[in-house]
């Protein structure tokens, strides 16, 4: 199984929107909306950002959001700010029973 | 506070083998799949294995089939996974991570602190 393709860096300022994509294939990305993103700070634990493509997790800002258009899934933060920087890995259910990792994408908030 | 914790994990030289271990407290363990992840030196996260809640089907990544055996028991609310053959690109931070469902949807909400596997002689 392939990993999901991710922008392996972004950056952006405060204030800012920026839309960190993720493709697929028809096996996964595009066969099911069992698609979630993760945020990850080096040397914490991931946290769940964003389940069942579009659903936030109670706890998450508003200014995380999914979507989908065929292979590729999307992420959206909105209102960039300082704590967003991190690692952000997005993740599908496969027609294999089994899961795949994006390869992640560093964002930088400048 | 809902918590996982792992343990178990080491230095082992090629062809060994570990058992980790992932202690879950505060939710009720068996009502929920559970999953390993793992993160290699300046990589990203790669799925390892799940186990679903009760009835305890099982599901692996190619690069880790008939060497990894991920088991549960439900009794002490705790996770395994047996990792035998080893070798050096199986090192890795490893997370235990608890499933939204009791079947593998794929988002994990709870995540452990992980534990360091170096596999080198």
């Known amino acids: 199984q392939s990993a999901l393709t991710q922008p392996a860096s972004m950056s952006a300022s405060p204030g800012q929107s920026i839309t960190i994509s993720c493709t697929g294939t028809?096996?996964?990305?595009?066969?099911?909306?069992?698609v979630s993103w993760y945020q990850h700070h080096p040397g914490k634990a991931p946290r769940l950002m964003i389940y069942?493509?579009?659903n936030r997790p109670s706890g998450v800002s508003n200014r995380f959001s999914g979507s989908k258009s065929g292979n590729t899934a999307s992420l959206t933060i909105s209102g960039l700010q300082a704590e967003d920087e991190a690692d952000y890995y997005c993740?599908?259910?496969?027609?294999?029973?089994?899961?795949?990792f994006g390869g992640g994408t560093k964002l930088t908030v400048l | 506070e809902v918590q996982l914790v792992e343990s178990g994990g080491g230095l082992v030289q090629p062809g060994g083998s570990l058992r980790l271990s992932c202690a879950a407290s505060?939710?009720?363990?068996?009502?929920?799949?559970m999953t390993w992840v793992r993160q290699a030196p300046g990589k990203g996260l790669e799925w390892v294995s799940t186990?679903?809640?009760?009835?305890?089907?099982?599901y692996y990544a190619d690069s880790v089939k008939g060497r990894f055996t991920i088991s549960r028991d439900n009794s002490k609310n705790t996770l395994y996974l047996q990792m035998n053959s080893l070798r050096a690109d199986d090192t890795a931070v490893y997370y235990c991570?608890?499933?939204?469902?009791?079947?593998?949807?794929?988002?994990?909400?709870?995540w452990g602190q992980g534990t360091i596997v170096t596999v080198s002689s």
């Open positions: 991570a608890k499933d939204r469902l009791s079947v593998p949807e794929g988002a994990y909400d709870i």
């Open positions: 505060r939710f009720t363990f068996s009502r929920y799949a």
């Open positions: 186990i679903t809640d009760n009835n305890g089907s099982t």
């Open positions: 028809s096996s996964d990305v595009d066969g099911y909306n069992y």
């Open positions: 069942d493509l579009i």
């Open positions: 993740s599908s259910y496969t027609s294999s029973n089994t899961q795949v």
